[in-house]
């Protein structure tokens, strides 16, 4: 799992805002590829070596078999729950489960810990999701960039399953799309099944949270008709990860960092308390109209910075690196490469 243990760390707020640069800006991505898991292991306390709520999906070397997982914060540790309990290995059938939280955390203490190795192949959080919701301008920034009023209500888009890639892949430029942009937006995993629920029941309905970035092929948006589906749903246009980090982990999910660095220059920073409409609204909206199920995600939107709106434009081509992170969630890295790749 190259990169795996960065990218799985829970950030306590983010190097690229202190001084003091991190060790992945020390070494810098290429020496990291060679030697992933010394400079960026953390020596926080051992609290942090403990596995907690942050599920991911994998595979061994030499094996087939996708398997779930809860890893510590500091990314260095792990359980592996699918072959230790009777946990599915898939992720939308474990939140189906209804696993009680506190009991797994406190019989994670009596299970055997393991080092999260290079080999394991990280996948994406969920694979296949029943719905992939989106809301566009959702934040008062991203309003603002794009010279647009603030919205009376949520505007909502879908994206679909086979869009989806993990934190590691390759983000694939498409021939047919010109103009790729990046978006990093808070992605909510719904834990039960919800219809009519109130705002304030809405939160209940929340199991977690994950990172996405809503890669979006501007010109099928606008030039083409306004194809909004088609340009924001092509193969790949939907990373997601690394982790899911289950609601107890998180208590103010109203106040994370959220950023995009596009080739070591930071194109977004924003904060997600500038959210328009909030997630315990969008929850309410969205059941007035269909049922959520478990495992169906809400991506939140996306602040200010995106490619489209600086000046000049700056879209994704093959060879860019686009890293998204959220505090408390960890970082993806996704290449951009042609699509025959």
């Known amino acids: 799992m190259r990169a795996a243990v960065s990218l799985l760390r829970n950030s306590f707020g983010f190097a690229r805002m202190h001084a003091k640069a991190s060790p992945l800006e020390k070494i810098g991505w290429e020496q990291m590829k060679h030697s992933p898991l010394e400079p960026i292991i953390s020596s926080c306390h051992s609290e ?5 709520c942050r599920f991911m999906q994998y595979i061994r070397s030499g094996d087939t078999n996708k ?12 359980i592996e729950l699918s072959s230790k309990t009777c ?31 290079q080999d394991l192949k990280l996948l994406p959080p969920i694979d296949s999701p029943g719905k992939i919701i989106g809301v566009g301008c959702n934040y008062y920034d991203g309003c603002n960039e794009r010279h647009e009023s603030i919205p009376k ?10 869009s989806i890639t993990g934190a590691l892949d390759n983000i694939r430029a ?3 799309a010109k103009r790729i942009d990046y978006g990093c937006e808070l992605a909510v995993v719904i834990g039960k099944k919800c219809r009519h629920v109130s705002r304030n029941a809405a939160m209940s309905c929340v199991f977690g949270y994950m990172i996405a970035q809503d890669i979006n092929a501007r010109d099928w948006n606008v030039l083409h008709g306004g194809q909004t589906m088609l340009g924001k749903s092509l193969d790949t246009f939907c990373p997601l990860g690394p982790v899911i980090v289950h609601k107890c982990h998180v208590p103010d999910v109203n106040n994370l960092w959220i950023k995009t ?8 920073c924003g904060n997600t308390k500038d959210m328009i409409f909030k997630i315990d609204y969008l929850i309410h909206r969205l059941s ?5 199920c478990p495992g169906d995600i809400i991506l939140t939107g996306t602040p200010a910075g995106s490619g489209a709106y600086r000046n000049p434009s700056s879209f994704l081509k093959p060879g860019d690196l686009v890293e998204s992170e959220i505090q408390k969630l960890g970082k993806m890295r996704n290449k951009v490469v042609n699509p025959y790749a």
């Open 288 to 292: 007035q109209f269909m049922t959520l």
């Open 87 to 117: 946990a599915s290995p898939d992720m939308v059938n474990f939140i189906q489960q209804r696993y009680c939280m506190k009991s797994l955390i406190s019989s994670a203490q009596f299970m055997e810990v393991d080092d999260v190795k």
């Open 48 to 52: 942090y070596q403990i596995p907690k």
């Open 261 to 268: 660095i596009v080739n070591g220059e930071q194109r977004q």
């Open 174 to 176: 498409h021939q047919i």
């Open 67 to 78: 398997r779930l997982g809860m890893v510590s914060e500091n990314g260095s540790k792990m």
């Open 153 to 162: 209500t949520p505007e909502f888009f879908v994206k679909f399953g086979t």
